[in-house]
């Protein structure tokens, strides 16, 4: 089965599904836009994962000899180029919220020369602006491998943003002693109480534990319930046992790549009250 990204060898016997790879995987699916442009040309490629969903191209050329020959020749042209490259910029900005209206995207990236980056920035739309990343280290001529390359790249560091702004809603949360809980075992207790919003995970986190086959409890410790004092059955990984409930229970699920939540006790969660 192709998966996005890359993945560790596995081996789960159980009851349920073992969903903490597929779903760190999914994390990775969105959609990214790429705008490239100009002063005549302007692409917008939108990929999912490392495929090329849609791309949409603009030409709108100067006129004949503008950027080959001088102002000495030409007489002063210099405000006429100036509305011209505005207009494309302009239609180039309105060709990206376009190909977002058709196709969907999560985040987009700039690549385009400097002294145009900033115009083109205050021309897109606040949506695809809301949704703007770290400009892309490409010329606006690269190639589709290139673009691939680069975007991938930017994509991670994007999610990895994401993390971040994540954990530290968390331990503010945790601090504060409101909605928030960190470490497996007030994870676990808060997820029996169905009061978990998000879910926050450290990538490849297992830990041992257990399972009320009367409550469904999970807990780190046993071998006796604490809510029905019953003998509970041990799980191999009771980590992937509560991120399985936190799905069933309609909870987001974030498995993070982030020291601070490594932290935290590399398990925390989100309450809604």
């Given at each position: 089965?192709?998966?996005?990204?890359?993945?560790?060898?596995?081996?789960?016997?159980?009851?349920?599904?073992?969903?903490?790879?597929?779903?760190?995987?999914?994390?990775?699916?969105?959609?990214?836009?790429?705008?490239?442009?100009?002063?005549q040309r302007a692409r917008v490629m939108v990929f999912e994962v490392e495929d090329l969903v849609a791309e949409v191209d603009l030409l709108d050329e100067l006129p004949r000899d503008y950027d080959v020959r001088g102002d000495r020749d030409l007489g002063d042209v210099s405000n006429h180029v100036s509305a011209l490259v505005d207009r494309h910029l302009r239609r180039a900005a309105d060709l990206a919220f376009r190909a977002w209206q058709q196709h969907g995207f999560d985040h987009i990236s700039l690549a385009v020369p400097e002294?145009?980056?900033?115009?083109?920035?205050?021309?897109?739309?606040?949506?695809?602006?809301?949704?703007?990343?770290?400009?892309?280290?490409?010329?606006?001529?690269?190639?589709?491998?290139?673009?691939?390359?680069?975007?991938?790249?930017?994509?991670?560091?994007?999610?990895?943003?994401?993390?971040?702004?994540?954990?530290?809603?968390?331990?503010?949360?945790?601090?504060?002693?409101?909605?928030?809980?960190?470490?497996?075992?007030?994870?676990?207790?808060?997820?029996?109480?169905?009061?978990?919003?998000?879910?926050?995970?450290?990538?490849?986190?297992?830990?041992?534990?257990?399972?009320?086959?009367?409550?469904?409890?999970?807990?780190?410790?046993?071998?006796?319930?604490?809510?029905?004092?019953?003998?509970?059955?041990?799980?191999?990984?009771?980590?992937?046992?509560?991120?399985?409930?936190?799905?069933?229970?309609?909870?987001?699920?974030?498995?993070?790549?982030?020291?601070?939540?490594?932290?935290?006790?590399?398990?925390?969660?989100?309450?809604?009250?």
């Amino acid at each position: 089965v192709r998966v996005p990204v890359p993945v560790r060898d596995q081996i789960v016997v159980g009851d349920a599904p073992a969903v903490a790879q597929h779903e760190a995987a999914a994390e990775c699916s969105g959609r990214f836009g790429a705008l490239l442009v100009d002063r005549q040309r302007a692409r917008v490629m939108v990929f999912e994962v490392e495929d090329l969903v849609a791309e949409v191209d603009l030409l709108d050329e100067l006129p004949r000899d503008y950027d080959v020959r001088g102002d000495r020749d030409l007489g002063d042209v210099s405000n006429h180029v100036s509305a011209l490259v505005d207009r494309h910029l302009r239609r180039a900005a309105d060709l990206a919220f376009r190909a977002w209206q058709q196709h969907g995207f999560d985040h987009i990236s700039l690549a385009v020369p400097e002294e145009l980056a900033g115009s083109l920035e205050q021309l897109l739309h606040p949506y695809l602006r809301d949704r703007l990343c770290d400009r892309l280290p490409i010329p606006p001529t690269a190639s589709l491998a290139e673009v691939c390359e680069a975007v991938r790249a930017e994509e991670v560091r994007a999610e990895r943003r994401r993390e971040v702004l994540l954990v530290e809603r968390l331990r503010e949360a945790v601090g504060a002693g409101g909605r928030g809980v960190a470490g497996t075992e007030p994870t676990l207790a808060a997820l029996f109480e169905h009061r978990v919003d998000t879910m926050l995970v450290s990538d490849g986190f297992v830990e041992e534990g257990w399972r009320c086959a009367t409550s469904g409890r999970l807990c780190v410790k046993g071998p006796h319930s604490p809510v029905t004092g019953d003998r509970m059955e041990p799980v191999e990984d009771v980590v992937e046992e509560a991120m399985q409930e936190a799905l069933t229970q309609g909870c987001k699920v974030e498995i993070c790549q982030n020291a601070d939540l490594d932290v935290l006790g590399r398990i925390g969660a989100l309450l809604r009250f």
